[in-house]
């Protein structure tokens, strides 16, 4: 939901590190790897009972890292792979802090297999229409310049993030968060197949 307008806000600046960066001769697909690795600390440090603002650093590194790789791949070597592997590193992390959270605390295992099962069908909705547009020849680039077609939704990478750093400012909270956000990407899953069913007809 806040993927487009922030896009045009966070992707001038992007552009100009992007840009810099593959002056330096850094490729994006290294970047990419980069905010996994970042991304992956953080949720380690997260089952390992660290404070949260300590296993935040990582997560917004690795966060902005993922802002990065695509900013300088526009700049340099914008790939197919890259676009794959990305996304892969995406759903890496998406899967790796509510895996934490269990790990952390054993009662936090319900509310975190309710959040996967939730990613499960809004990743099967997100990257199923993004094979159907494909198909079909359909391009959007609403939320900005991206190497499959991003269907918008209302739980996206932004209120994601948005929930992670709530996740780690207040672990208590995490199986109530977890839940609402589960039944928000369970609605956002629905009403993605069900624009979808309307396009692609």
Do not use: H
């Amino acid at each position: 939901m806040l993927d487009g307008p922030l896009r045009r806000l966070i992707d001038p600046p992007l552009d100009l590190a992007g840009r810099a960066l593959a002056g330096r001769g850094i490729g994006a697909d290294a970047v990419t790897l980069t905010g996994l690795a970042l991304s992956l600390a953080a949720a380690v440090l997260i089952a390992l009972g660290a404070p949260g603002w300590v296993a935040l650093a990582p997560l917004l590194a690795g966060r902005l890292a993922d802002g990065l790789d695509g900013a300088v791949a526009r700049a340099r070597d914008k790939s197919d792979f890259g676009g794959i592997l990305d996304i892969a590193c995406d759903f890496a992390l998406y899967g790796a802090i509510p895996l934490a959270f269990a790990l952390r605390e054993p009662s936090n295992a319900l509310p975190a297999a309710f959040l996967l099962f939730s990613f499960y069908i809004n990743a099967a909705s997100f990257l199923g229409f993004a094979i159907m547009a494909e198909k079909r020849g359909l391009k959007t680039e609403v939320q900005g310049q991206k190497s499959l077609y991003y269907i918008a939704g209302l739980m996206e990478g932004a209120e994601t993030i948005g929930f992670f750093v709530l996740f780690c400012l207040w672990p208590a909270g995490f199986s109530t968060l977890a839940g609402i956000f589960g039944a928000l990407c369970l609605v956002t899953a629905c009403a993605r197949i069900l624009v979808a069913r309307k396009l692609l007809r």
